[in-house]
Every structure is written in structure tokens, then in C-alpha cells.
């Protein structure tokens, strides 16, 4: 008979580790090497059975400090390479099922010392499931900005001409980005003129026609003028309703009326000099 948990920790942690690698292993299906997983699962064994034997069950206190690091550092590594809360969870709640079956239904070991393991690896996966969702959260954000850039591409037409296709919806955040992308891409290519085409925004308000406005002005003192095209007519009919000004702005039904126009002037330009 096993007189403590203990003692039955501490002569079955290469069994409770390889059970513990295999549990994991299967839930990762392959996103995580498995040779890091059969390195990393041991430290995470003698690290709690470590700190089991100073007697603390408070996973706050330093002597869980290094099992603590290494399951966020594993619930950050699960959130970028796409795992789910649930397999978060099972993934350290796991280890009590190894437990259980390796104490013969927790034959030997007290019940209430069993108790106190369960307690302890709740709270080790409470803290691994809050990094994994801080990360996820990291990880969604990033890749929203990202899918806001793409969505905003700044096309050069011709020499001094760029185009800007805006497809969805515009807010304070998006707009931002939007200006800072044609801005740039007008320093940087030295552009005078801008198409802003808004075929692919679904509805004009007073909001999304303010954030055009700001974007022109800004390119405006950069020293570029720009033509808005991609008023349809029900976008041209709430414009109107609203009472929304554009004033001395260049307005076209389509981008290839705007096309148009531009190496209309591009061409009236040239046989000018």
C-alpha cells in the first residue's frame, strides 16, 4: 500500500509523465513537435511534485513558480498554433485522469490528499487557460490589423496616380489606417493624385462620409488632390438627404468614369508643356 501521495509521486513520475506526453500528444494532433512535448512534460511533472513536497498547495507562491512559467509558456505556444479553449483545458486537466488510473481508483492514497492534487492542478489550469486567452486575444488582434491592411491596397495607376479601393464598412480605426496608407504611399512614390473608390462600401452616413473627408484633407496638405468614385446612386440619393457636402471634391459615378477623367487631365496636362 502507498502510505502518501507523495510517495506514489515521486516512484511513478516516469510513468505519470509518459501518460501525461501521450495525453497531450493526442490532443496537439501534430501542431506541436512531440519531441518537445515528451521534453517538456517531465519538467512539468518534477516541478509540481517539487513544489508538492514543500507542503504549499497555493500555486501563487514561489515554489510553483517554475511549473507555473512552464504551462504558460506552453498555453502560449497552444494559442498560436490554433488550439481551442476546451483543448487548453484538456490538456492540463488531463494530468488528473493519469493520476487516477495510476492509483488504481486512488487504491492507496488518501482521498483527501487526491482531493488536494485535483484542487491544485484546477487551479495550475485556471492560470494556463487565462495566458492561453490573453494570447489568443494577442494573437486575434494581430490578425485583424493584418486583414485591415490588406483590405486597404493602395494601387499605382499611372505616374502620379494612385488608386484606393475601399471594400466594408469605414470607422475611426480603419480610417486611420487608411490615411496613413495612401499618406505614405504618396511620399513615397511622389503621387499628386488619388482615386478614393467607395464601390465597395456597403452604406454611406454622415460618420463614413466625415472619415473621407479627413482623408482628403490630409492628402490635400500633402499636396495631392483626390477623386471620390463609386457613388451609386442610392449612396449619391443619402448624401443628398443627409445634407453632406463634398464641396470642390471630384466626385464619379465608377472608378472607370474616374479612371477616365484623370488620364483625361493626365493627357490635357501633357500636351500642355
Known amino acids: 500500500m502507498v502510505a502518501t501521495l ?7 513520475r516516469r510513468q505519470l509523465a509518459q501518460a501525461w506526453a501521450a495525453e497531450m500528444g493526442s ?18 511533472v518534477d516541478g509540481m511534485i517539487a513544489a508538492w513536497d514543500t507542503g ?3 500555486v501563487a507562491e514561489p515554489a510553483y513558480e517554475t511549473v507555473v512559467g512552464l504551462l504558460v509558456e506552453l498555453s502560449i ?12 483545458a484538456r490538456s492540463v486537466f488531463g494530468l488528473k485522469n ?32 487565462e495566458s492561453f486567452a490573453a494570447r489568443r486575444e494577442k494573437v486575434i488582434s494581430a490578425q485583424a490589423e493584418q486583414v485591415l ?9 499611372w505616374d502620379g496616380v494612385l488608386a484606393l479601393p475601399i471594400v466594408g464598412t469605414l470607422d475611426s480605426k480603419r480610417t486611420q489606417i487608411i490615411m496613413e496608407s495612401l499618406l505614405q504611399e504618396l511620399s513615397d512614390t511622389g503621387s499628386t493624385h488619388a482615386i478614393i473608390d467607395i464601390t465597395g462600401v456597403s452604406a454611406v452616413d454622415t460618420q463614413v462620409a466625415q ?3 479627413k482623408t482628403i484633407a490630409a ?5 495631392a488632390e483626390c477623386i471620390v468614385s463609386g457613388l451609386r446612386p442610392q449612396i449619391a440619393q443619402t448624401i443628398v438627404t443627409l445634407g453632406i457636402e463634398f464641396g470642390d471634391i471630384v466626385t464619379c459615378a465608377t472608378l472607370a468614369d474616374a479612371l477616365r477623367l484623370k488620364q483625361q487631365s493626365v493627357r490635357t496636362a501633357s500636351s500642355g508643356r
Open 6 to 12: 507523495a510517495t506514489f509521486l515521486h516512484e511513478n
Open 27 to 44: 490532443i496537439a494532433a501534430g501542431r506541436i513537435p512531440m519531441d518537445r512535448i515528451e521534453r517538456e512534460t517531465p519538467e512539468l
Open 219 to 223: 492628402a490635400r496638405l500633402m499636396g
Open 149 to 157: 491592411e490588406l483590405s486597404t491596397p493602395v494601387m499605382k495607376v
Open 56 to 58: 504549499s498547495r497555493d
Open 98 to 129: 493519469k493520476v487516477f488510473e495510476l492509483t488504481g481508483e486512488g487504491q492507496g492514497v488518501s482521498g483527501h490528499e487526491l482531493l488536494e492534487l485535483w484542487s491544485l492542478i484546477d487551479d495550475l489550469g485556471l492560470r494556463t487557460f
Open 211 to 213: 472619415h473621407l473627408l
Open 77 to 88: 505556444t497552444q494559442a498560436e498554433v490554433g488550439f481551442s479553449p476546451s483543448e487548453t
